[in-house]
């Protein structure tokens, strides 16, 4: 059982640690908002990426063929959910130029930010293509000598190894709005807001 777990926790961290739209989405909101909105971020991501990984470990390979099959859709869907995500981030940061400096463990949002936030995080990671084809990859190699109680192991595994991830993310983000001035905080949101809005146009285009 120990193996299954560290072999689920190594895929969630595999899967989340590359530099990408989601991790400055995790950041950003950390630096803007406090952790509890990074975490509501990485929880959303870390719910995605189980829920690929129940839908590979199990073998719904019909619904992964159907996903695939679907795949200029959701390519469609999360690249114009990335633009629009980064051009909210950057008309936000250009309007709210003066950021209040609060501690790391303080929120400016509100409960139903925290839902809006988990929801959104979700959805662009469900919707991201490459996230159907590293689940692919990886549990390609996984074998079929694994039992059904043990495929949740690992499934259980990859969300918290996924969730740590982000975790530490929204820590290192909530950390950084005390030690840097309201103006970087401004240059980072708008940095940032670009960026994924060339994510999402780069899916769009590819």
């Known amino acids: 059982m120990l ?3 560290l072999k689920g926790l190594l895929m969630g961290l595999a899967i989340a640690a590359p530099v990408g739209p989601m991790a400055l989405l995790c950041l950003k909101l950390s630096l803007e908002k406090g952790i509890k909105s990074g975490i509501a971020t ?3 991501i870390a719910m995605a990426d189980m829920s ?4 590979a470990l199990l073998g719904f390979s019909a619904v992964m063929t159907v996903l695939l099959d679907y795949n200029e859709t959701i390519r469609l869907i999360g690249g114009i959910g990335l633009v629009a995500l980064g051009g909210y981030s950057l008309i936000k940061a250009i309007k709210d130029r003066e950021p209040v400096k609060l501690s790391p463990f303080t929120s400016r949002a509100a409960s139903k930010d925290f839902i809006l936030t988990f929801t959104t995080a979700y959805g662009l990671t469900i919707t991201n293509p ?3 084809l590293v689940f692919l990859a990886i549990f390609a190699g996984l074998g079929d000598d ?6 949740w192991i690992v ?3 990859i969300f918290l190894g996924s969730l740590g991830w982000w975790i530490m993310i929204a ?3 909530s950390v950084l709005r005390t ?3 309201p103006r970087i905080i401004t240059a980072i949101n708008i940095t940032s807001g670009v960026i994924i809005g060339g994510f999402g146009f780069y899916i769009l285009l590819s």
């Open 3 to 5: 193996a299954l777990i």
């Open 146 to 151: 694994v039992s059904y109680e043990g495929k």
């Open 130 to 132: 490459m996230t159907i």
């Open 42 to 44: 990485g929880l959303g």
């Open 171 to 173: 820590f290192i983000g």
């Open 52 to 55: 690929y990984g129940v839908v």
């Open 155 to 157: 499934a259980t595994g």
């Open 179 to 181: 030690r840097v001035s």
